[in-house]
């Protein structure tokens, strides 16, 4: 499946490092989202963009920055993580009209040391 | 904010039963109601979804319920296979600007026994 992409696959981070995750989506799609999973809470919405600009945030801590440059690409950038942040983080994508199913990106399993 | 609950957390069947996943939500202005399949090590797909104004929605041995009024709705899967074994997770969404803010319930861990 290359619909949603995300990279890397697998990170493992020091908490004073800083890290940046990435998604991009070949749907066309406008609307992009991340996603925390973990055994604590399955499916967390952390934050929603639309045609690029931010229009949820789902109080996340500030250690989190998201960034979506144009609505093919999303970022999550990560610095000063806790260990009680690792997790799979998962990247979706959605049409702003028509249906509404989002496309869940492979994720990324973080591992904050 | 929106709150959805879901049960049971696990569930086992034999194969060829049929297996129900119950979940509530709280905020009435809640309009999507989508339901997902994770297998283990891969990444959530969307397997059947209704809104607000469709009381029930099948497709092929999956079908769902939606009760408005006592914001509640159910996934029946009929003639259980062992690759419907998976965690199925329900969500409950609203528009917001184009996009849909999905909040989801904590998972159901299905296992279709042969």
């Known amino acids: 499946e290359t619909g949603v992409t995300q990279t890397p696959r697998h990170l493992v981070m020091g908490m004073t490092n800083k890290k940046s995750l990435k998604c991009e989506q070949h749907?066309?799609?406008?609307?992009m989202y991340w996603y925390k999973q973990s055994a604590k809470k399955p499916l967390e919405l952390m934050f929603v963009?639309?045609?690029?600009?931010?229009?949820e945030n789902n109080s996340v801590p500030s250690r989190f920055s998201p960034e979506c440059p144009n609505s093919s690409h999303l970022f999550l950038h990560l610095h000063t993580l806790q260990p009680e942040d690792s997790a799979l983080y998962l990247c979706?994508?959605?049409?702003?009209?028509?249906?509404?199913?989002?496309?869940f990106g492979p994720g990324t399993r973080l591992t904050v040391t | 904010g929106e709150n959805v609950e879901q049960h049971p957390s696990t569930l086992s069947v034999q194969e060829g039963d049929s297996a129900v996943i119950k979940c509530t939500y709280s905020?009435?202005?809640?309009?999507?109601f989508p339901w997902y399949k994770q297998e283990l090590g891969k990444r959530p797909q969307l397997i059947i979804d209704?809104?607000?104004?469709?009381g029930e929605k099948k497709d092929q041995r999956i079908a769902v319920t939606l009760n408005k009024t006592a914001k509640h709705f159910s996934l029946h899967i009929t003639e259980t296979q062992p690759e419907d074994s998976a965690v199925y997770f329900c969500?409950?969404?609203?528009?917001?600007?184009?996009?849909?803010?999905?909040?989801f319930g904590q998972g159901t861990r299905l296992t279709i026994n042969p």
């Open positions: 969500a409950a969404s609203m528009g917001i600007q184009g996009a849909q803010k999905l909040v």
């Open positions: 209704i809104r607000s104004n469709v």
């Open positions: 905020d009435s202005a809640s309009n999507y």
């Open positions: 979706a994508s959605s049409p702003s009209r028509g249906t509404y199913e989002q496309y």
């Open positions: 749907l066309g799609h406008n609307a």
């Open positions: 963009y639309s045609l690029e600009e931010r229009v």
